[in-house]
């Protein structure tokens, strides 16, 4: 189950996908040549056509993982717990790298 967190760059709380709720999302986000090469053989769509059926297709993966209602397959790459450092101690809210120094929520030191 996604735990759900603030996003900074969002500013909202969105759920965030662990590592295997990431593994089968992220292939959709990051297709490669043979498959948009298949997908727009079996469909005759363009590249572009192509790769946005994709992003779509991560995005109602997403969705479908999380009960949320993300229309914007580019932020799901903000989703990823492990980009993030540990919670704050004091807020709660996800430092923005593991390396912070600091909580730009609140303020305190990590
Ligand atoms: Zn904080």
Not at 35 to 57: L, Q
Not at 84 to 89: D, I, K, L, M
């Amino acid at each position: 189950m996604p735990e759900i967190y603030h996003c900074w760059r969002r500013e909202k709380p969105v759920p965030m996908l662990n590592e295997a709720e990431w593994a089968v999302v992220e292939p959709l986000l990051s297709i490669k040549g043979p498959d948009i090469r298949e997908y727009r053989e079996e469909n005759g769509v363009s590249f572009i056509e192509a790769i946005h059926a994709f992003r779509d297709m991560a995005c109602e993966k997403y969705n479908e993982i999380t009960g949320y209602g993300e229309q914007n397959p580019l932020s799901l790459w903000n989703y990823r717990l492990a980009n993030y450092g540990p919670e704050c101690s004091s807020c709660g809210h996800l430092l923005r790298t593991s390396e912070a120094s600091y909580c730009v929520q609140c303020g305190v030191k990590a």
